[in-house]
T-cell receptor, first 112, second 114 residues
Framework: DQQVKQNSPSLSVQEGRISILNCDYT??????FLWYKKYPAEGPTFLIS?????DKNEDGRFTVFLNKSAKHLSLHIVPSQPGDSAVYFCAASFSGTYKYIFGTGTRLKVLA | EAGVVQSPRYKIIEKKQPVAFWCNPISGHNTLYWYLQNLGQGPELLIRYENEEAVDDSQLPKDRFSAERLKGVDSTLKIQPAELGDSAVYLC????????????FGPGTRLTVL
């Protein structure tokens, strides 16, 4: 049973526009969420995280929103740049357990 | 600061052969993780070490997989014998005690079993 789901395998966005990547989870006990970016032939790179006590966390062009009642989080990239083209994974964990449950990833392509 | 180092980057072996992967975590990171990533999937945890102690190996298939982290720094993951279904990317990650909720990944080893 997939506890963390990324239902869109791919997304294409024009350069300069907003990219919105979505992630749903089933376990309401998850209390820490992360987004990782992965380029081909490289390992995942940490992007941004959010604790369940918050509903928004921002870091430059990247903002993560958490909707606990809907068990949904999203990553917004504004403005999108061609270098953002990568696979994005969301992950959920129980804070302090250090065990991440990853989604299957969304491939973002930013078109110049 | 150097990142997590893994070797080899690629490995092709025939089924039933043994194979080993090596990981050197970020300096000072006491927690080390091994993940398995199948094509089109997210990484799945195999084992987690706190220093030299394996504190979570519930997902490690112990009949053919083994791991060690001698002296609490470098780690090796071994498969013996390898099966066709073991073809995947094996990722190593590490985290520090002061930022334990954030894991930093190495580039991975892509294993192909023929």
């Amino acid at each position: 049973d997939q506890q963390v789901k990324q239902n869109s395998p791919s997304l294409s966005v024009q350069e300069g526009r907003i990219s919105i990547l979505n992630c749903d989870y089933t376990n309401s006990m998850f209390d820490y969420f992360l987004w990782y970016k992965k380029y081909p032939a490289e390992g995942p790179t940490f992007l941004i995280s959010i604790s369940s006590i918050k509903d928004k966390n921002e870091d430059g062009r990247f903002t993560v929103f958490l909707n606990k009642s809907a068990k949904h989080l999203s990553l917004h990239i504004v403005p999108s740049q061609p270098g953002d083209s990568a696979v994005y994974f969301c992950a959920a964990s129980f804070s302090g357990t250090y065990k991440y449950i990853f989604g299957t990833g969304t491939r973002l392509k930013v078109l110049a | 600061e150097a990142g997590v180092v893994q070797s080899p980057r690629y490995k092709i072996i025939e089924k039933k052969q043994p194979v080993a992967f090596w990981c050197n975590p970020i300096s000072g990171h006491n927690t080390l993780y091994w993940y398995l990533q199948n094509l089109g999937q997210g990484p799945e945890l195999l084992i987690r070490y706190e220093n030299e102690e394996a504190v979570d190996d519930s997902q490690l298939p112990k009949d053919r997989f083994s791991a060690e982290r001698l002296k609490g720094v470098d780690s090796t993951l071994k498969i013996q014998p390898a099966e066709l279904g073991d073809s995947a990317v094996y990722l190593c990650a590490s985290s520090s005690a002061t930022s334990a909720d954030t894991q930093y990944f190495g580039p991975g080893t892509r294993l192909t079993v023929l």
